[in-house]
Nanobody, 124 residues
Framework: QVQLVESGGGVVQAGGSLRLSCAASGRTFSSYVMGWFRQAPGKEREFVGGINWSGETTRYADSVKERFTMTRDNAKNMVYLQMDSLKPDDTAVYYC?????????????????WGQGTQVTVSS
């Protein structure tokens, strides 16, 4: 089992950048595939990015490709989401999540463990 805590959210102007962090507990962090998701008011939770156990393979939603970058540091039990060229449509609560297997299916229901979320607000 793994516990996840996100941080780094805030208010930023359009075109700006933020880096979100997700701290994981437990000694087996490197055995988890990690994902970032977001949920805007009145909308369903949606996939943002995923990273495999080693960090060598990533996958992104089309809406954030070329703007967001996901990395991980297994020595520190951390996963990050660097968000550049932010847009007002990126405003949402951002969650990190974990599961044990790699798949092209990044539906939120496939992830077993979730953090509490961090708010990101992009002003125009």
């Amino acid at each position: 089992q793994v516990q996840l805590v996100e941080s780094g959210g805030g208010v930023v102007q359009a075109g700006g950048s933020l880096r979100l962090s997700c701290a994981a507990s437990g000694r087996t962090f490197s055995s988890y595939v990690m994902g970032w998701f977001r949920q805007a008011p009145g909308k369903e939770r949606e996939f943002v990015g995923g990273i495999n156990w080693s960090g060598e393979t990533t996958r992104y939603a089309d809406s954030v490709k070329e703007r967001f970058t996901m990395t991980r540091d297994n020595a520190k039990n951390m996963v990050y989401l660097q968000m550049d060229s932010l847009k007002p449509d990126d405003t949402a609560v951002y969650y990190c999540a974990a599961r044990t297997y790699w798949s092209r299916n990044f539906d939120p229901s496939t992830f077993d463990f979730w953090g509490q979320g961090t708010q990101v607000t992009v002003s125009s």
